[in-house]
């Protein structure tokens, strides 16, 4: 026999520090003793952050992976444990996060008999992961843990999930079986089609009103450095969905900002005019297109995404490239491209950009929440890594703060997670130490998952919470007055607790800001503080976000386009 005998258990360490894991976020149960107990014998080079509640432990792991580009892992127990991550797991399947988790399962005698905190993982599992797994032999393990690595981290990120039962964690085997592995099955495509590009390049050349989308995918690809030379060097205009913002400078003179529902005018107008729409790892979601009709009527569509599952799900395509967008970009940069002059083409977006900027209220108190954001962008430098939960503060986090830098912007697009953005700031932190983290959040949203405020005490991580505090379900209030004759339904939140009290019975500072003398001086210093804060700043109930794409209608029509 070769080999030391060890507990499955031990096994799975051993395959987590050959995977080079630095934190594991989690929280322990019966199904998953075996390993908390390895954990805790073996001198383990990671570290196990525990949360307070699983869905603070996923979350935590999306930020970080968002943040470092490296897989975030988890550990949670059997049963509920597992379901409690339910939410976190979807929400990285939507936005392409690359996570494996590890749950508890029951002994593999017991499993399908309705034992104590059996849940079938696996049947809850399939369709919000990339893969899963269930160990059935603990030969396979080894294995299994490097290839769920591999899977979560290529092609289109996404969740790995490794049900573990019992028995496998708990008994005793062998310490050296193989690890290598052969997916002929999962191959993804990472070279752009010559011809492809090819033909991309010729259309680019006779186009007259080129426009380009740039995704979340670029930002995975690690492709901001060339999205920016290509654009540079064709002069053409970029534009970007929600999760895309920081892959292009927001304050280059290039950039359109956002589109979308509440994007901005000259963008959504761009792909409304435009004759070429170069969509660079974006899915062009609903939120993004409105209107199938009505989404870059006049365009030819090319679209570089690594799934070949995008191409033509939404939009119908005529130049699809699947690859790596930062391959398809060097290969674009490397083509024969003759522009047109399209001279004419960015004076109008540049007029548009002028005559239609992003606009709002002033008010003295409460305060006006987008110039609260425009403040946090100010005295941050831009530099901070923003996480935000949703609703109309993250729409008005990705409006007013100009991201300069790619990886600095988490917040939850396609499942939309309210409770998303503080545990998304605690990985965050912890996967980035040295930056400023700010957490800007709902008063409805907070109040989800700020339980973890004892993880931010206890590790003493310097996470500055910013509650945008409409005392309303703000974005649903929203909803309401413009589309439901301002019957405001379950919206209203006029029962909110003292924020400030419940930050320090977590031993945390609280702040409370209710005028707008006051902001820049609380900003400045809670920044400079070295500790976690919790600034509960009183913004107007009544503010909407604007501009708007009402539900069903067109890119271009567009209400609250000025004041
Ligand atoms: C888990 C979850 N439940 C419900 C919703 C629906 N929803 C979207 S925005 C919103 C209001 C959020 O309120 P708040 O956190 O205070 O943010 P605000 O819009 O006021 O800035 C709700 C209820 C959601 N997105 N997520
Ligand atoms: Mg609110």
Redesign the pocket.
Known sequence: MKGKLITGADLLIKTLVDANVDTIFGYPGGAVLPIYDALYRNDTPFEHVLSRHEQGSIHAAEGYARVTGKPGVVLATSGPGATNLITGITDAMMDSLPLVIFTGQVAKNVIGTDAFQEADVMGITTPITKYNYQVSDVSDLPRIVKEAFHIATTGRPGPVVIDIPKNISANITLNDFEDDFYLPGYQPTINPNPLQIVKLAEALSRAKRPLLLAGAGTLFADASKELKQFAEKYKLPVTTTLLGLGTFPGTNELSLGMAGMHGTYAANMAIYECDLLINIGARFDDRLTGKIVDFAPNAKVAHIDIDPAEIGKNIKTDIPVVADAKKALIALLDSKIEMQNNFEWFEKLTKNKQDYPLWYERTDAPISPQWLIEQIYNISNGEAIVTTDV???QMWAAQFYKFDKPNNWVTSGGLGTMGFGFPAAVGAQLGRPNDLVVSIV????FQMTLQELSVIKQRNLPVKVII???????MVRQWQESFYEERYSESL?SENPDFVKLAESYGVRGVKVDQEADVIPTLQEIFAYDGPVVADFRVVRQTCVYPMIAPGKGIHEMVGVTK
């Open positions: 609703g109309q503060h709902g008063d409805g949203g945008v505090n409409n005392e309303a379900l703000g939140l």
